[in-house]
């Protein structure tokens, strides 16, 4: 675990779980913005210190970047031994994804290996880590859970058998956690991405490197319903924080937000 620490916030703790260079860390800069300690979580310690750095640096903000495997129980019990030490986590994002194959696999194609990997990224990892906060949520009356999830959280896609099992698996968790820990004062919802994440507008790529880099992720969202428009991911960040911050007289449990010209209703 590694401290790019400024000044420590007064606010309790955003753990962000699967912060790579869009949507994750779109969302850690927001929370950093309004003034909460991070801990940010993924795979890659090495890019995750660059972005911890960074939103230190920018947000006058406390970030501790810890390595997680959300595919290894073990893995996720101790990346939380260090996030809890931390203190009080508040809010917790599950952002965490598995990379899916382009073009899409025959279901007799599929690795059962890569299956069962795959369901573990997108919902038992998901599990793991709202299990290692709710105690401390429920024992304070207050406290935010937010999964991400995508079109394919709702709809089979040809192809993506262990992607829509896991995102529907994440969907299902979710309603069944806000079910229970609502009524407890613990805010859950389920975010539905239906749409390709570009890089942000706030980012250091360049025009061509966002361009390159988004074309095969295009293809692939317009196979799976994603439309062919980009989305802004400083802009779906600022839906994650109106999640955290709706009055608990009307919370959402479930929004789904795509581009402008994916007209499609599901």
Known sequence: MRSMASSPSSKGIAAIVGVGPKLGRSIARKFAHEGYTLAILSRDLGRL????DEIARVEKAQV?????DCSDTKSIREAFEGVLSLGFVEVLVY???HPMSWPPTNFTDIRVDHFEKSVAVSSVGAFHCAQQVLPGMVDRGRGTILFTGCFASLNGIAGYSELC????ALRALSQCLAREFQPQGIHVAHVII??????????????????SSSVGEQQKQQHIGGGDGNMDPD?????????????RSAWTQEIDLRPSSNSRLF
């Open 235 to 247: 802009v779906v960040a600022q839906t994650y924080w109106q999640l955290h911050i709706q009055d």
């Open 64 to 68: 501790f970047a810890i390595r997680i």
């Open 95 to 97: 952002n965490a994804y």
């Open 49 to 52: 210190s660059r972005f911890a």
């Open 165 to 168: 099992c896991g995102k529907f």
């Open 194 to 211: 239906d749409g390709n994440i570009a890089a942000p507008r706030s980012g250091t790529a360049s025009t061509s490197q966002q361009r």
